[in-house]
């Protein structure tokens, strides 16, 4: 009906009242349907000769509009898009147009104890233009320094929330004995300047021109789990904050170190089993190999914890937070100690990062890597999550399948905290009940004589439950026999590039799940170890190795 009378009326577009389907309440205005009437005359002129709306009177037009009144009760299905607005009137909320403003920007002006990780997250009113947004609209600034941190920038789905990440990069750095890694972005303790500086543009078609500042200072103390891709960059993860180089339905690997000592000093230094540079292996990115295969590559570090001049003082805060020794302080860059007033030890620090990190992970495949001391931190965490899911407080995929225990090391004899017994005897009942509940496959390797020597537990009794093997890396000398010990990570994470010959099966991270089981000595009468032999000593690839297997688990 309201399109028969539309068609009878003819109304032009040069009409002060615009008709368009919808909301007709204009029409039960008596001076609207009056301003109608009255401009019927002048409009009859303009109408074409022979139209039937030159059959209507105006009084016509007048009933007309009353009958179209009567349907403003009625429901209708059109939509208004103009109609009138009295002078000073209020445009409709529903048909008001959101300008383009920043409503939040985190980390918030002259805020501390802001972790190194957070990105700068600036919140807008109303959806943004990403394509007008320039790649300097954001930047980074040591305040101290002036200098420019790289950063990159992303968006949310609703696009109306930035996120800026600093560019945590792993860089090759020095050569020959200097040959080392340095992990660039925000150091603790030090403050840095936001600063936004452009024009932008919003979906909408409203923009906003900004230039403005901010800084904000980072925590003292960095501890957590870190997420690499496979070029050598990092990002924390943070609870709420999106993260570019994890996904929850990808298995993991993660790493744990040992001790730290002087590396806090050190311009905070961090190791990055991913990307390897030092005396006798330049630049190896084995982060790709392990990417290749569908993994998220993660690192928990607790170097800050970590770095004591005496190996036992690492140690007692793998345990225990109250340890009666040098609790859970932890260092600065400048040498200096301060007290972190916590009962948990280091170890339920890796816990409780791990059930957020990593609790919503549905893969069902978990891989963990300690090294050192680390064998302790991944041994613990392994247990924990062991007893929550026979208690049913923790699903069972959350327990890791396969642990690594590169090149490890236990102090000699019993501790106070531990009511007297041995860390590597706790270890072993730890590793057991992984074992004997969850079937967790554990590896174990030896590449230096620093696991017995001196102030070392061999721990021999260990090794009868994993799948144990000597790594000979005679092309590193006695005399550099902390790249010995550390090659034991990167022989690991190196061969997940290939397969590593055994007599019987294969070794190596890209053995299968099943071999790998089949060669532990846990529930055995008999044990083996296998050892590297041949000419495949003398080079850095595992690739190249070729192990024969051996009675017993002593080895030097």
């Known amino acids: 009906m309201i399109l028969k009378i539309l068609e009878i009326f003819h109304i032009y577009k040069e009409s002060t009242i615009t008709l368009v389907p919808g909301n007709f309440s204009w029409l ?13 005359p002048r409009r009859r002129s303009c109408m074409k000769h022979g139209s039937r709306i030159q059959l209507f009177t105006p009084v016509s037009l007048a009933i007309a509009g009353v009958l179209l009144g009567a349907l403003i009760s009625c429901s209708s299905p059109f939509t208004e898009i103009s109609r ?45 233009n990403a394509s007008s947004v320039p790649a ?30 600093p560019i945590f990069k792993t860089t090759a750095e020095g050569s020959g004995s200097s040959a ?60 709420g904050v999106p993260n570019q180089f994890y996904d929850p339905s990808k298995p993991v690997v993660l790493y744990v170190h040992g001790w730290q000592k002087s590396s806090v000093t050190n311009n905070y230094w961090r190791e990055n089993l991913y990307f390897w540079n030092d005396k006798y292996t330049s630049s190896m990115n084995t982060g790709s190999l392990w990417k290749q295969k569908g993994y998220n590559l993660g690192v928990f570090y607790w170097d800050q914890f970590a770095d004591e001049d005496e190996v036992k003082d690492a140690e007692a805060k793998i345990w225990v937070g109250n340890n009666g020794l040098k609790q859970m302080r932890y260092k600065l860059s400048n040498g200096t100690y301060v007290s ?18 990593v609790g919503s992970n549905a893969s069902g495949y978990i891989r963990l890597v300690g090294h050192s001391l680390g064998n302790q931190m991944a041994t613990y965490l392994t247990y924990k999550t062991a007893v929550a899911a026979k208690n049913g407080s923790l699903a069972s995929s959350l327990v890791p399948k396969r642990i690594y225990l590169a090149d490890p090391f236990w102090s000699k004899d019993g501790k ?53 093997f000597r790594i000979w890396p005679d092309f590193i000398p006695i005399t550099d026999a902390a790249i010995q010990h550390s090659y034991a ?68």
């Open 28 to 40: 039960a205005n008596a001076e609207s349907r009056a301003m109608l009437i009255l401009s019927y």
């Open 84 to 128: 009138p607005i009295a002078e000073g009137g209020d445009v409709p909320a529903s048909r008001a147009i959101v300008n383009l403003a920043i409503s939040s920007i985190t980390p918030a002006a002259n805020s501390t104890n802001v972790s190194i990780g957070q990105p700068v997250v600036v919140t807008f009113t109303t959806a943004v």
């Open 136 to 165: 300097t609209f954001v930047t980074l600034t040591d305040t101290a320094t002036n200098a420019v941190l790289s950063g990159r920038i992303m968006w949310d789905s609703t696009k109306t929330k930035l996120y800026y990440y």
């Open 180 to 239: 080392t890694i340095r992990i660039s972005g925000p150091k603790q303790g030090k403050s840095y300047k936001i600063t936004l500086k452009g024009t932008i543009t919003a979906a909408n078609g409203t923009t906003l021109t900004v230039n403005q500042s901010q800084s904000y200072t980072c925590a003292n103390l960095d501890f957590g789990i870190w997420w690499f891709n496979d070029q050598g960059e990092a990002q924390k993860y943070i609870p």
């Open 340 to 357: 972190y007033s916590t009962a948990k030890s280091a170890g339920d620090l890796f816990y409780d990062a791990y059930i957020q990190a």
């Open 416 to 468: 106070t905290y531990l009511g007297g017994k041995w860390t590597g005897e706790l270890c072993r009942t730890y590793i057991n009940y992984a074992i004997s509940n969850f079937g967790t496959i554990v590896e174990q390797s030896k590449s230096t004589a620093a696991g017995g020597y001196l102030v070392g537990d061999d721990n021999l009794d260990m090794r009868k439950m994993t799948t144990f």
């Open 489 to 556: 990570v990167l022989w690991y994470m190196w061969s997940m590039g290939g397969t590593v010959q055994t007599q019987y099966g294969t070794l190596g991270a890209a053995s299968a799940d099943s071999t790998v089981k089949s060669m532990m000595n846990y529930g055995k009468s008999s044990y083996y170890y296998w050892y590297s032999s041949g000419s495949g000593n003398n080079t850095n690839t595992p690739l190249d190795d070729s192990y024969i297997r051996a009675s017993g688990v002593s080895t030097w």
